[in-house]
């Protein structure tokens, strides 16, 4: 499979959770909870959410 490289800028908190998709992506079945939870954590973190 050829794969394209795209070249983005990202802020440093962008670059953490590609960084933490990739790690998963790399460690699953074993460390699986731990690092999807940190995606998941940095994802929430990164999203505008509204406030109650």
Do not use: C, H
Not at 4 to 29: G, H
Not at 46 to 52: A, G
């Amino acid at each position: 499979m050829n794969q394209q490289t795209l070249i983005m800028e990202v802020s440093e908190e962008e670059s953490e959770l590609l960084a933490a998709i990739r790690n998963y992506n790399k460690s699953f079945p074993d460390g699986y909870p731990q690092l999807l939870w940190y995606a998941q954590e940095l994802f929430d973190n990164i999203i505008r959410q509204p406030y109650y």
